[in-house]
């Protein structure tokens, strides 16, 4: 069993900063892995926000988000960060950090190839 805890939510004003962290714990495995957010607003589907490759490092990241959220992992602690830099109001949303192995391609934006989520952390971006 893989173990996710998420930090780093809260309230903040629109074009603030925010980091949200995830650290795994437990049968971690690196096989084909990858790891990172997705998030769901209020009363919206889902999304994806962004994924990295565990062993290459190659990073992902929806259009809407794209120059302003930087996605980094620290290996050695099996933990990712996400940097959200001049954030919106749209950018408020229950972000979910996930983990998978034997991520493919054509499935790194797909929420059924990650096997394991944390409980989620509210970020709210509002005046």
């Known amino acids: 069993q893989v173990y996710l805890a998420e930090s780093g939510g809260g309230l903040v004003q629109p074009g603030a900063s925010l980091r949200l962290s995830c650290a795994a714990s437990g049968r971690v495995s690196t096989n084909s892995a990858a790891m990172g957010w997705f998030r769901q607003p209020p009363g919206k589907d889902r999304d994806f926000v962004s994924i990295?490759?565990?062993?290459?490092?190659?990073?992902y990241y929806a259009d809407s988000v794209k120059g302003r959220f930087t996605l980094s992992r620290e290996k050695d602690k099996n933990t990712v960060n996400l940097q959200m830099n001049n954030l919106k109001p749209e950018d408020s949303a229950v972000y979910y950090c996930?983990?998978?192995?034997?991520?493919?391609?054509?499935?790194?934006?797909?929420?059924?190839?990650?096997?394991?989520w944390g409980q989620g952390t509210q970020v709210t971006v509002s005046s």
């Open positions: 996930v983990r998978g192995t034997g991520i493919i391609l054509s499935s790194i934006w797909s929420q059924s190839a990650y096997s394991n």
């Open positions: 990295i490759r565990w062993n290459g490092g190659h990073t």
